[in-house]
């Protein structure tokens, strides 16, 4: 399974609209973020993404997403799920839904969210996407993907990261609960929320997520969803060995299953 990463960055991403600082004006490619996001695919054309930012078209066209079996959401903020009509080409393609993974609270949203794809007008002529929602209670397969559900808090709201056989994604999240640590055991690699350096009210901040990945062990821990006050390379200078931070275009490659 390859993980390519389409976005790390946070809900502004980075360069930040009318925003001067160093970051913004770096002419480091590592540090332009899109919304967070990932691409998951492998050698038998199984394709997937954890959610769905509203850079996904620019993300897929740039990176080479041309189809797309599945969706993963870990919650319904707009950095997570604006890209979602994006995927009404997929449907348009095959003639199929796209089934859409989530809890419960989440696809509520979606449904009122995007209301015209699920009571079209009349007048849209079938140009609206096609989703087949479908509610996430456990652990599931997916062709040779162990799919784990793993709930975490983003300050007091209970979303979702998941395993996919050895890789989590865990993004915008304050507290991994003792129940979700014990889904997290003998990881290839974790991607991980930081937002910046000082603690805030949803996200991990720098040394806790530090914490949380020295206790979590993944052979390797990838930062994501990073504000601008973090460059790529000085960060990564600070950082334990392997941690590492994430940036858009990054590929990895897991070869055991889950």
Not at 29 to 52: F, I, M, P, Q
Not at 191 to 204: E, F, G, I, K
């Amino acid at each position: 399974m390859r993980i390519t990463f389409l976005g790390t960055g946070t809900s502004h991403g980075i360069p930040v609209i009318g925003c001067d600082c160093t970051v913004c004006r770096s002419t480091n490619r590592k540090n332009r973020r899109n919304r967070t996001g990932v691409w998951l695919h492998d050698d038998g054309g199984l394709s997937a993404v954890v959610d769905v930012s509203s850079e996904f078209r620019l993300a897929a066209l740039e990176y080479g997403l041309k189809r797309l079996d599945f969706a993963l959401l870990t919650h319904p903020h707009s950095d997570h799920v604006s890209g979602l009509d994006d995927l009404r080409i997929f449907s348009q393609t095959t003639g199929k839904a796209v089934p859409i993974y989530s809890d419960a609270s989440t696809l509520r949203d979606i449904t009122t969210r995007f209301a015209y794809a699920f009571n079209p007008p009349k007048e849209y002529g079938g140009g609206t996407p096609q989703f087949d929602l479908q509610e996430i209670t456990g652990t599931f397969q997916f062709g040779p993907w162990k799919i784990t559900p793993l709930p975490v808090l983003h300050g007091p709201d209970r979303i979702l990261g998941y395993r996919i056989n050895n890789f989590a994604f865990i993004t915008d999240v304050t507290v991994i609960p003792e129940e979700t640590f014990q889904l997290l055991e003998g990881l290839d690699f974790l991607a991980l929320d930081c937002l910046r350096r000082q603690p805030h009210s949803t996200h991990l901040h720098l040394e806790k997520a530090i914490q949380y990945a020295a206790r979590i062990k993944a052979k390797r821990t990838y930062f994501i969803h990073m504000c601008h006050e973090f460059d790529h390379d000085a960060l990564q200078a600070e950082l334990p060995e392997n941690v590492f931070v994430a940036y858009d275009g990054l590929e990895l490659e897991s070869t055991t299953a889950g």
